[in-house]
């Protein structure tokens, strides 16, 4: 049986949900900074986090992949830019 969240509670997790975008936005722009000091499996990691943050920030599926057949942390930054 779920246990009763207080005001508190649900406050908190519904400014998280109004808030996700500019979340992702965040994480997404320092996964880019990580993009840019990395090398070999470190990189590929820091690419399945940064997917993710796109996806959240609304990028598309095709615009994502191509990113990251480009593997180009420049190009991330400018299209992160426009969502800024």
């Known amino acids: 049986m779920p246990a009763e969240r207080s005001r ?8 998280y949900y ?3 975008d500019a979340i992702g ?8 900074t990580e993009l840019y000091l990395s ?10 986090r940064l997917v993710s943050h ?6 598309k599926p095709d615009q994502i992949k191509h990113l990251q057949e480009k593997d180009d942390p420049a190009l991330v930054a400018e299209m992160l830019s426009k969502f800024v």
């Open 8 to 15: 508190f509670q649900e406050k908190i997790i519904k400014n």
């Open 39 to 48: 090398e070999g499996k470190k990189r590929a990691t820091v690419w399945k």
């Open 25 to 32: 936005l965040q994480k997404a722009q320092e996964c880019v």
């Open 54 to 59: 796109l996806e959240k920030v609304g990028l």
């Open 18 to 20: 109004q808030n996700r």
